[in-house]
């Protein structure tokens, strides 16, 4: 498996480590995994992955099951983007570990329904670009 895109994990402005990874699936499809919170100091970074992902025509899981924290500008981040690759008919699939912090405040705020689940467990990557 290979990496296309991975940072060292970064410190945010409280402190709390930051990653994102991307891995490329034997579907040609991307898997960006996030790990710590997710909030309005990262979630411009995880914006610029995904655009960099839109952008290449890529189909995206978005794993979120290593989320600690999530708030409501990664909410705005995760809804734009959907919508985005919506509209270039590209496929945007979300992982995440029921009775997360994530999870429930997707179930809360009404979201959780609009987005495309996957269990993690699709197709395993190939190699890391």
Do not use: W, Y
């Not at 899981?61 to 919506?86: P, Q």
């Amino acid at each position: 498996m290979t990496e296309s895109t991975s940072r060292p994990p970064s410190q945010t402005q409280n402190g709390l480590p930051f990653s994102i990874r991307t891995v490329k699936l034997a579907t040609g499809a991307v898997r960006v995994e996030i790990s710590g919170e997710l909030d309005i100091a990262t979630s411009p970074r995880l914006n610029a992955s995904l655009l960099r992902e839109l952008v290449a025509g890529r189909d995206v899981e978005l794993d979120l099951s290593r989320v600690t924290f999530m708030d409501a500008c990664a909410l705005g981040t995760i809804m734009g983007a959907r919508k985005r690759f919506e509209l270039r008919q590209q496929s945007f699939a979300v992982s995440l570990r029921r009775a997360s912090q994530p999870h429930r405040l997707l179930r809360l705020t009404g979201i959780l329904p609009v987005l495309t689940l996957t269990d993690g467990a699709g197709p395993s990557p190939t190699s890391r670009v």
